[in-house]
T-cell receptor
Framework: AQKVTQAQTEISVVEKEDVTLDCVYETRDTTYYLFWYKQPPSGELVFLIRRNSFDEQNEISGRYSWNFQKSTSSFNFTITASQVVDSAVYFCALSEAGDTGNQFYFGTGTSLTVIP | EAQVTQNPRYLITVTGKKLTVTCSQNMNHEYMSWYRQDPGLGLRQIYYSMNVEVTDKGDVPEGYKVSRKEKRNFPLILESPSPNQTSLYFC??????????????FGPGTRLTVT
């Protein structure tokens, strides 16, 4: 079973629209971490946010906001007033602590296209 | 400049010819990891290392080897590459330590083609 599910494979929006990228995770650990990364067309992976399992506060950073809900095992990402530069593949990731270290699981990614 | 470097960036090889992809970081990070990225599958962790001489399997370790003899280097070894190992490979490093995970810094990627 997938540890991290990003059900939206591709999303297209018109510039200035808001868009929410969904992420659902699965873990039995009580301590875990969640991340979002952006991969623009140039290919590099850019860190966006880190959340630990004990901090359910939502976070806002400029046009970006994240909604963490343990009750539904979701960590959704919203871009407000989208711009063409937001076009990228976005990955959600989960980190669990295994016996010898921290294993990471990434979702399959959501490809976002913002149309001018 | 803080960075993760990988070499080579592009590699075309033939089935069965051993190869090594190097990875080096200059941030004194304890944690290093290798991933492969394939269309529709996202990133999948191959191996990770919590510290020197401490390595462990990720989700897809078959066909790969790693070693961590020095803190800054974490090479990925394909002893006998096969076409199904054609992929985009990323190395990453992080301040993560046991039970605490932090952001990973990724290298630029190595595109490997095995014919």
């Amino acid at each position: 079973a997938q540890k991290v599910t990003q059900a939206q494979t591709e999303i297209s929006v018109v510039e200035k629209e808001d868009v929410t990228l969904d992420c659902v995770y699965e873990t039995r650990d009580t301590t875990y971490y969640l991340f979002w990364y952006k991969q623009p067309p140039s290919g590099e992976l850019v860190f966006l946010i880190r959340r630990n399992s004990f901090d359910e506060q939502n976070e806002i950073s400029g046009r970006y906001s994240w909604n963490f809900q343990k009750s539904t095992s979701s960590f959704n990402f919203t871009i407000t007033a989208s711009q063409v530069v937001d076009s990228a593949v976005y990955f959600c990731a989960l980190s669990e602590a295994g016996d010898t270290g921290n294993q990471f699981y990434f979702g399959t990614g959501t490809s976002l296209t913002v149309i001018p | 400049e803080a960075q993760v470097t990988q070499n080579p960036r592009y590699l075309i090889t033939v089935t069965g010819k051993k190869l090594t992809v190097t990875c080096s970081q200059n941030m004194n990070h304890e944690y290093m990891s290798w991933y492969r990225q394939d269309p529709g599958l996202g990133l999948r962790q191959i191996y990770y290392s919590m510290n020197v001489e401490v390595t462990d399997k990720g989700d897809v370790p078959e066909g790969y080897k790693v070693s961590r003899k020095e803190k800054r280097n974490f090479p990925l070894i394909l002893e006998s590459p096969s076409p199904n190992q054609t992929s985009l490979y990323f190395c990453a490093s992080s301040l993560s330590y046991h039970r605490s995970s932090y952001e990973q810094y990724f290298g630029p990627g190595t595109r490997l083609t095995v014919t």
